[in-house]
Nanobody, 119 residues
Framework: QVQLVESGGGWVQPGGSLTLSCAAS????????MGWYRQAPGKQRELVAT???????NYVDSVKGRFTISRFNVGNTVYLQMNSLKPEDTAVYYC?????????????WGQGTQVTVSS
């Protein structure tokens, strides 16, 4: 079984910064694309950013130039550096990964971490 554990959420004032971390653990054979999604109250979950195993990245337009996704393959960890945060960035942020175990390939989610941007 594979788990994704997020950390780093919290409260920050508009214009501030936060860094989210997500560590994968368990019976991993391979870790492929990883990403961050978010879900605000009353809204659907949306893609924020993704990164492939080779480091190619993709961002939703609303965070381009403000957020940076990166990964540390040795530690099976993905990060989301969030700068110039806005109130509309408030949401629960979820880590996601395409994985392979000794038994199957799968797509897994973390439990989510709350990010609140307000004054």
């Amino acid at each position: 079984q594979v788990q994704l554990v997020e950390s780093g959420g919290g409260w920050v004032q508009p214009g501030g910064s936060l860094t989210l971390s997500c560590a994968a653990s368990g019976s991993l054979v391979a870790l492929y694309a990883m990403g961050w999604y978010r879900q605000a109250p009353g809204k659907q979950r949306e893609l924020v950013a993704t990164i492939t195993s080779s480091g190619d990245t993709n961002y939703v337009d609303s965070v381009k130039g403000r957020f940076t996704i990166s990964r540390f393959n040795v530690g099976n960890t993905v990060y989301l550096q969030m700068n110039s945060l806005k109130p509309e960035d408030t949401a629960v942020y979820y880590c996601n990964a395409d994985i392979a175990t000794p038994w199957r390939s799968d797509n897994v989610w973390g439990q989510g971490t709350q990010v609140t941007v307000s004054s």
